[in-house]
């Protein structure tokens, strides 16, 4: 009786525990999810590690291998954890096609970056649009890498923002579009990305418009001058002012082509003044 009455007592937790999972299906799919994360965050930090490091030794230094072992484990076992994470994917696909990393192989990596940008991650969009315009040297993957890059820029990826802006702007594969590259450039300074900052800001100084669409959501101008958008009281706009913050940006960012156009612009307006 005793052996009956503890087997039902101990049936009875299995069961209150499936039918839990039952009536909370997300539940298992949040905690394995965040296993996941987790795991990515610890390969993550050894991947960072070795890349302080990595300019001041050979590619192929055993020194890195412990790092780059454990970076490969967790990514992987991250994978298992939750086989539906596209972050994971991606650093792993990075593993594989950038580090001399134990069992590296390139086949594996392009398939798991393949299926990371498929699966909608932006930084796995941007990585395999970049790769397809620079590794491959037929039209088709030209259309490839632009078909990816737009789904990147569609998630506002700096990076694919300010490729893609350089596209617009040179007309390289499409017809050129300022005002697209200028919005393209606009967006990605606004994330901080110091080479779209520094572009956008060239563009200002050689007179280029800005777009309509960019105009309208100026900061400073309240609802009643959107909605009096004719009247001659509407702010100007200062294209050298506007040039000097994204230099701004591309400076904070440590960028020291921004120093450089920051200092110009002091220079000239010193001439101004003394003439």
Not at 169 to 175: A, E, I, S
Request: charged share 25%.
């Amino acid at each position: 009786m005793l052996r009956s009455l503890c087997a039902t007592l101990s049936l009875k937790p299995t069961g209150h525990g499936r039918l839990l999972f039952m009536l909370h299906p997300r539940r298992d799919m949040h905690s394995r999810n965040k296993t996941a994360m987790e795991l990515i965050a610890k390969g993550w930090s050894a991947l960072k590690e070795v890349d302080r490091v990595i300019d001041y030794c050979e590619l192929n230094d055993r020194r890195l291998l412990p790092l780059l072992r454990t970076a490969k484990e967790n990514f992987e076992l991250a994978l298992e954890a939750d086989n539906s994470n596209t972050h994971a994917r991606y650093w792993l696909a990075k593993l594989h096609l950038k580090y001399h990393v134990p069992g590296k192989c390139l086949a594996v990596g392009a398939a798991l970056l393949v299926e990371a940008a498929n699966m909608g991650d932006p930084d796995a969009q941007y990585e395999l649009g970049c790769r397809l315009r620079v590794e491959h040297d037929y039209f088709s993957s030209d259309q490839q890498a632009f078909y990816y890059l737009e789904k990147a820029v569609d998630q506002l990826h700096p990076g694919a923002l300010y490729l893609l802006g350089a596209v617009y702007l040179t007309g390289d594969c499409v017809k050129q579009d300022l005002a697209s590259a200028m919005w393209c450039f606009h967006r990605a300074s606004e994330k901080g990305h110091a080479g779209a900052a520094i572009a956008y800001g060239s563009l200002l100084l050689r007179g280029v418009q800005v777009p309509e669409v960019l105009t309208k959501f100026f900061p400073g101008r309240g609802s009643a001058a959107r909605k009096s958008q004719k009247s001659v009281d509407d702010p100007i706009v200062d294209p050298v002012e506007m040039a000097r913050n994204q230099f701004e940006i591309a400076a904070k960012a440590g960028c020291d082509l921004g120093f450089k156009w920051l200092n110009r612009l002091e220079e000239e307006e010193k001439r101004l003044l003394a003439s």
